[in-house]
């Protein structure tokens, strides 16, 4: 046993010191291993496969192991970051907001990823089976509803804020509404005929009909779980700030400035891997600061209220 324990640890040495040594040694014995957390809302394994480009490129950079953590739901990596278990994650503005609003200096947001025509917001699209007799909206009385998350921006928290806005009481206008488990989970659901209705996210450009450029559609149908033939869109919301990368604030600057500089320039150097994990087609990741987002935290914090 003691052989094989040394001839582990031989390996393990030898993988390490492969790594380009991008990065001083003195935080590693404090960072051994960088933790990048997966959002819920896609089944795992496509979660896995289409983030291993990225733990692979910040594997090379740092000099460190980086490991995956796919969560259940959005909550989960939300727990994760604000523990300081986790320190990193592309999250939606709601999910940022409200890791914010209990710990301002938990995390920092350092992209959000452009969109074809260079813009950095999306929408929420409201979206029935193609077969189904509801056309609009208003159609939508008396039907089922389904959201994706709880913490999910265009899956929740803005949908029902324009639903409000449009003078819409959930509970009298719905036959009843309730959470898909997660976007990809929610489409399948009203295929399935659980539900009349989801929202879901979308860049908001490109054609519907083939998923818009980017987003939960149309990563389903790169998946080959959707084919938009099946579905309707009957509604869109306004425009919604795209959601950010974010990194724990607690890190060294170092670690900070090479994750960094591979997003900035992942789309010249490592386009597949930007497709793969920004949900499709973009621009590249453009910075931004809590100041983008300072809309959705007030929006977020009315949400809380109003729950209490």
């Given at each position: 046993?003691?052989?094989?324990?040394?001839a582990a640890l031989l390996v393990t040495a030898?993988?390490?010191s492969t790594f380009p040594l991008t990065a001083s040694a003195d935080w590693r014995s404090d960072l051994p291993v960088f933790r990048i957390g997966l959002l819920g809302g896609?089944?795992?394994?496509d979660r896995l496969r289409n983030n291993d480009c990225l733990r692979v490129a910040l594997e090379e950079r740092l000099g460190v192991p980086v490991e995956m953590f796919p969560a259940p739901d959005y909550a989960g990596v939300m727990q994760g970051l604000l523990a300081g278990q986790l320190d990193y994650a592309a999250l939606g503005a709601s999910a940022y907001a409200g890791i914010y609003l209990q710990d301002a200096n938990a995390v920092e947001p350092i992209f959000v990823s452009a969109e074809a025509d260079g813009s950095t917001g999306y929408i929420a699209p409201m979206y029935v089976?193609?077969?189904?007799?509801?056309h609009s909206l208003e159609d939508m009385e008396g039907h089922s509803l389904a959201y994706a998350d709880p913490n999910s921006t265009s899956g929740y928290i803005?949908?029902?804020?324009?639903?409000?806005?449009?003078?819409i009481v959930e509970e009298d206008f719905f036959s009843r509404t309730g959470f898909g488990g997660g976007h990809e989970q929610a489409v399948i659901a009203v295929l399935q005929g659980q539900y009349d209705a989801g929202v879901t996210w979308a860049s908001g450009q490109g054609d519907p009909a083939e998923g818009y450029t980017r987003g939960n559609l149309r990563r389903m149908i790169d998946n080959g779980l959707l084919d938009m033939s099946d579905l309707r869109i009957i509604?869109?919301?306004?425009?919604?700030p795209n959601g950010p990368v974010v990194i724990r604030q607690a890190l060294p600057q170092e670690v900070k400035d090479i994750v960094s500089d591979y997003l900035a320039n992942q789309l010249e150097t490592d386009a597949q891997c930007y497709y793969d994990i920004s949900?499709?087609?973009?621009q590249g990741w453009v910075s931004v600061d809590h100041d983008f987002f300072e809309g959705i935290v007030e929006m977020r914090r009315e949400e809380l209220a109003g729950s209490r």
């Open positions: 046993m003691k052989t094989k324990a040394i030898t993988a390490l896609e089944n795992e394994a089976r193609a077969d189904s007799d509801i803005v949908p029902r804020f324009e639903l409000r806005r449009a003078g509604w869109e919301s306004p425009i919604i949900f499709g087609e973009g």
